[in-house]
């Protein structure tokens, strides 16, 4: 990969949207804190250079600055919001403190042509953007002149086409501007002269080169959960070193319909990979009896999985390494330009947070990976979209979907549901159009009448939400026949329900999963 976009940090909360645009455009990316060593910019080998958005003011004592290096370099640069400012600022422009916010939705006028128009915007049109800034720039830096200019922002967008140079004072990165990847690919092509060259193929070999060359004759043990993070990361380290891979899929008790069988048909069977399967149903239905708290079911089950992992891979012997599905967005540093800890990273949490006593190094190819470039590697693999497609399940899993109290017969029953509305909705050809969808056990009786008898029985919820990444989410629009189908077929089916309720919630004020 010789075309490597990097993306400088200045906190700003979409940042993770600018690189997955870059890389959507062909281009391999990776997002680097603007106060992180100066060495980090220099190996990391740019052919072009991208600066975020961020929360702070240029104008304020110590704010972020762009690194001294990208200054004094030649290569072509893109400063979006915070980006634009700074470039402003610091190169003899002026910045002020504006009167009046510009958030939201705004109109562009084009006055002038430009590269990142190309085939996108002609001049003398308007076109929408997304618009979130208080400070603006009032005066150019020399070498820069105007093409672009909002109600809000009269320096919309302006170049250096000299210096190969350009800055917006919108979001190209987020969806509300339609023509914002556009803008952002004729930045990488046009203006930098970069041809794509990130592809699913070609980091499908390098990540098994780079597999072979890290492992060695070691073996590796894989924590599989069934999901699409786990499963890609097990079928590709297999492809790599083959059966000195050993998966251990522990069943906690608590997963959909058929799931255990289904991992273990598939791994074992299909791929022929190395697999123990754990059944610790027991164990944490047991630990489980009589907690209701959300948190404390978590915690129960997070150690627990902790303990009967660790105990099955003591018996695999020369296990050297650990493989995990971990993936970008748990791994990008994120700066804090306000107060506190000037950087912070998530921790990993992908087999339970696994405790250093194992003694054994970390495998994981999906570091540099969003969760949708996963899903477009296990298509390159050949894995059936029925598991690459999966919607997320909760690593908890039916435990946080069951409210109250968790026994093995309400885990049925929920089972039983869950598997009702999942069937209807691939019926209907909706799955993919949905986020995620599941059942939920509610811990409230209600009175129905089935036949001429009476009944006092449980209410099943069923939640379905559209999103992009999981941090929103809105409710997907079923219509009311669909959702009497279901109803029926649920309370007619499954022995315990007698009521079915749609969640019409959206992400915020609630949260997708209901604990």
């Known amino acids: 990969m010789s075309n490597r ?12 949207l600018i690189a997955r645009r870059v890389r959507e455009a062909g281009f391999y990316s990776e997002i680097i804190p603007y106060n992180a060593d100066a060495a980090r910019f220099d190996d990391f080998g740019a052919a072009a250079v991208i600066l975020s958005g961020g929360p702070a003011s240029v104008l304020d004592d110590e704010a972020p600055t762009i690194p001294a290096s990208l200054h004094a370099s030649d290569l072509p640069m893109l400063g979006i919001c915070y980006g634009q400012q700074a470039l402003m600022h610091e190169t003899g422009g ?13 109109d562009v006028r ?64 987020v969806h509300h501007t339609p023509d914002g990847a556009g803008l952002i690919r004729n930045f990488l092509t046009r203006v930098a002269g970069l041809t794509p060259d990130w592809s699913m193929a070609a980091f499908r070999d390098e990540a098994i080169a780079a597999i072979r060359e890290q492992v060695g004759d070691k073996r ?20 790599a070193i083959g059966d000195r891979l050993t998966c251990i899929f522990v069943d906690h008790g608590l997963l959909r319909k058929n799931e255990a069988e289904d991992v273990v048909t598939l791994f074992r069977d299909t791929y022929n990979i190395p697999l123990v399967h754990v059944d610790a149903s027991d164990t944490f239905l047991g630990a489980l009896d009589g907690i209701s708290d959300p948190e404390t079911k978590r915690k129960t089950i997070g150690g627990l999985f902790i303990d009967v992992f660790e105990a099955e891979a003591k018996k695999i012997e020369g296990a050297s390494f650990l493989a995990q599905g971990t993936l970008y967005p748990d791994v990008i540093e994120s700066v804090s330009v306000t107060g506190g800890p000037s950087v912070t990273i998530k921790s990993h949490h992908n087999v339970g947070g696994l405790p250093d006593r194992m003694n054994l190094e ?24 029925s598991l690459v497609g999966r919607h997320p399940f909760p690593g908890p899993g039916l435990a946080i979907r069951i409210p109250g109290e968790i026994t093995a017969e309400r885990a049925d029953i929920l089972r039983e549901a869950d598997a009702i509305y999942i069937e209807e909705i691939r019926k209907a050809g909706l799955y993919d159009e949905i986020w995620q969808a599941f059942a939920v056990l509610l811990p409230v009786k209600t009175v129905g009448v089935m036949g001429d008898g009476r009944t006092y029985e449980s209410v099943c919820g069923l939640r379905a939400v559209t999103s992009v990444d999981g941090m929103t989410a809105d409710v997907y629009p079923f219509g009311p026949a669909f959702l009497g189908r279901v109803a029926t077929r649920i ?21 997708i999963e209901w604990e």
Not at 220 to 239: K, M, P, Q, R
């Open 5 to 16: 976009v990097l993306i400088v940090d200045f906190g700003s909360q979409v940042t993770q």
């Open 94 to 106: 002026t910045v002020s403190r504006g009167e009046t916010h510009e958030f939201g939705r705004a």
């Open 110 to 173: 084009v006055t002038e042509d430009c590269a990142l128009f190309d085939g996108l915007w002609e001049k003398g049109g308007d076109y929408p953007v997304w618009m979130s800034h208080g400070d603006k720039v009032t005066a150019l830096a020399p070498g820069w002149r105007v093409v672009a200019a909002s109600e809000g922002a009269p320096f919309a967008v302006v170049e250096n086409p000299g210096q190969r140079r350009f800055a917006v004072q919108f979001h190209p990165e």
């Open 220 to 239: 590796v043990i894989c924590g599989l959960s069934g999901g699409v993070d786990s499963s890609v990361a097990a079928v590709l380290i297999h492809e």
């Open 362 to 385: 970390l495998v994981e190819p999906f570091r540099l990976l969003f969760k949708d470039e996963v899903r477009a590697l296990g298509r390159e693999m050949g894995m059936p979209h």
């Open 491 to 511: 309370v007619n089916e499954v022995r315990g329900i007698n009521r079915v309720v749609y969640d019409i919630t959206t992400k915020p004020p609630g949260t």
